[in-house]
DNA sequence: CGTGTAAATACAAACGTTTGTATTCTGTGA
DNA sequence: TCACAGAATACAAACGTTTGTATTTACACG
């Protein structure tokens, strides 16, 4: 086998000094546009650097700027097309602001969060962008010490850009009561800090209209497909099971309007399901999933511009972003007529 | 607003160092667990970064180093779960080569895949893994100079790791033609280099049993619902449709099933589908997916073993993983009696 | 042909670590 | 008490880039 080629040193702004025959300083100030250097050495040095191959070294330039231009995504489950929508959003706005966006997939592990956060600690981001961490919202705030940290969907740290969760609950819970629901089940996230308003929404819904909340209705969700299951399990076993779910996403409503097809249960005819975020399959499954239209690729593009304004000592101004919208499709309908439990 | 706390200079190896009253090079040895640093020493300068909040600089290490010990991973589309398996694979066995993985999402854009190489390549990673590339061949041999690369599902490429592709689609094809099927459609993955395996073994198998190839019934999917969906049509609108599809992925093929029942194509009973990867997602479905067992996760650990090998100047050994298996759900059944298509 | 000025370029220090080599300890045995 | 080995630590250079300052060059003007 011979030496295989990537031993051998890559070229150097020396090296293209050397061929150029100047300083490395007008090389650098070459490749970056610098009125400094002359035309014609520009484009010498411009053309020497892409035949010989240049690759700048980040980690060089890392380290004289103290900073990388990089800009790190913690995300719990990047199957969920929830957050492939946010990350568009996040690259588009970041190539404005000549970020760079890396992405650490947590799977939902509290501790395989805090090593994603170190290494993008160590790689000396610009700032780190977290939807919905799984760590307590004290870590964040120590963290945020060290470096710009913005939380999307999550309004109980210092900076964050979200919409109006609670808003787009309600509006689940009143099409619900409308269609006739009043035992509505709740499927709520992964347990965990600053995931209450949801939750909030459900019980403030119930409240208005005098319905008492029940713990047996309330189910948690752990981000597994397992998980959507076990809940279907447990749901249809309850003595009197709700005629409705609110579930905690779309990925947990597609979820279990499967697991109760598998059961002989009818979407909505014996029980209506309602998701969150409307993800692209929301639209094509079947039923039609019914469910809150979240606008991701705008809070993408809002938590970038938060970041570079707290970046740049500038004071962030409240994020615009549009509000939540229900999404009326085929998985809710009327209930069915109260069965009386017998005895 | 107060200045932001990350302004001020984080600590260094040399501000533990004066602290402790010591050498920045003591500080480096007795961090690494030296030999050559007495074990008070040790303990007091542990105790001090930790004390001190230190995090060390991977840009001054990568410099210095001349690698960074990270590995780039290029995907085409993060929402696949298939992707997640592997990445599960790559990174607990990075853990093991202290390596860390970085990840970027491609979206299928080919020009976005240079971008996410060339910026892995400033980053000075150790290795590039590459599952199902858009880029040509030529591209990454080129790229093969420059730093170690190793692709996954490929075999056009110098160093890859894969399983026996034609073997798994060989399998389907049996299945069908077993189960009376003799008008079957395929769909193609994303077009491009090093991906007619699947097709090869498509066609070996017609030929095998003296079935004409029809041009009509290949289809290309480029990874979106849309593209399932505009297939499902095309497909229903031939004169004479395939009573079978052998689909390029699980994901292809479960939005089929979706498109065909919005039409009122019931599946298998109408026509059959088939997949390819067993993603987590196939059994759980309506009907549950007949399609090939694919070992992600052994294929995830395995890239990470044949570029450890590859960076290390050592011969990477063939890597061994288990071969596809055909896993047989409801998807596919018999064909319904052909109907002639009059005169 | 000087002189002044602006343009073009060179110089040098710095960023935070690592590592090979040199130096200073420490304690032992004669 | 001295020499010596070995342990512990200090020194210094290097990695590739950037940037403020210093130097050289070119040119126009008197």
Redesign the pocket.
Known sequence: MSKPAWES??V??????KAA????????????D?????????EKIAGLAAEMG????M???T????KSGLVGLVIPDMTNPFFRDLAKGIEDEAVKHDLRILINDTRGVESTEREAVNLFLALKVDGLIVPMARCTQQYYEELNAAVPVVHVNRDDTPHHVSCDTVEGSSLVMQHLFELGHSRIGFVRGPAGPGREPKMHAYRTALEARGIDYDPDLIFTFDGTLESSNAITGQLLELDEPPTAVFAHNDVNAIAMIHALRDRGVRVPDDISIAGHDDIQLAGCVDPPLTTVQWPMYELGQQSVRYLYSLGHGQDPREPQVPQPKLVIRESTGNPRVARQVPG
Chains 1, 2 share one sequence.
């Open positions: 040193r890559r150097t702004i020396k090296d293209i000094a025959n100047v300083d490395p300083s007008t090389v650098t100030r070459a490749l970056k610098s009125p400094r250097v002359k035309p014609a050495t520009r240049y690759v700048p070294n980690a060089a330039r380290l004289v700027n103290r």
